[in-house]
């Protein structure tokens, strides 16, 4: 019963924004060019099923591949970071840095660097775009450590690793799954840019920007729709991750 009463609103907003959008363009008259009516996006969408869903699983293979990469990464240079003083100093200007790179730039210099039909550039960006929730969060997870905890581990002589896997990580766990939702999110929508800027036509960022060349605006709108989806799906599944590595929380929050 709870769950669903935290379901619903949501859900109740979702449905009342999409009549108000439907009756808008309709009685609205409003171009398709500008806004399509969501019952011309939902017939493109099920004509285009097949195509949405191929497409899907190629920018989805891409987003997994920079999120799975990005987030190891950032949870190694956390790690270090988190035993130095100096060097925790500097990476998170240096991360700072590298979360500014914005993706229009970075996308094109990729794709002249390796060849048009390789996936790689793609998966860089999203790496890159991935990394700095990760390593930012998993940091101050791994900082804000009970001086309680501390002394106590200190007290029984307790080593740098028998600390950091007994305190330290289980601590940084909550902070950790943070990053990743938010790197979840953003994976999605970086791998589906990359895709405007050349290399293999084939995932739903090419398939948006070639249906709206043609003017086929409820096509490219069910392509979104396409990526909103797959966005929520890597959410939810992260979500799900999350339960399974800290049920002891969910218990505390019921």
Known sequence: M???LRVLPPVLTGIVAVVLWELTVTLGRIAPFILPAPSAIWRELLVQRGNVAEAALASGANALAGLVAGSVLAILAALLA?????LGEVSVPFAAVINALPIIALAPILNNMFESTSSVPRRLVTAIVVFFPVFLNLLRGLREVDPIHQELMHAYAAGGWTFAR??????ALPHLFTGLRQASSLAVIAA????????LQDGLGSRITSAAAFTAYPRA???????????????????????????WRQRLIA
């Open 2 to 4: 709870r769950t669903l």
């Open 82 to 86: 988190s035993r130095s003083r100096i």
């Open 166 to 171: 007994k305190v330290r990580l289980p601590g």
């Open 192 to 199: 589906v840019v990359a895709e405007y800027f050349g290399g």
């Open 221 to 247: 709108w069910a392509f979104v729709v396409g990526a909103c989806l797959l966005g929520l799906t890597f959410y939810l599944v992260t979500l799900l991750l999350e339960r399974l590595a800290m049920p």
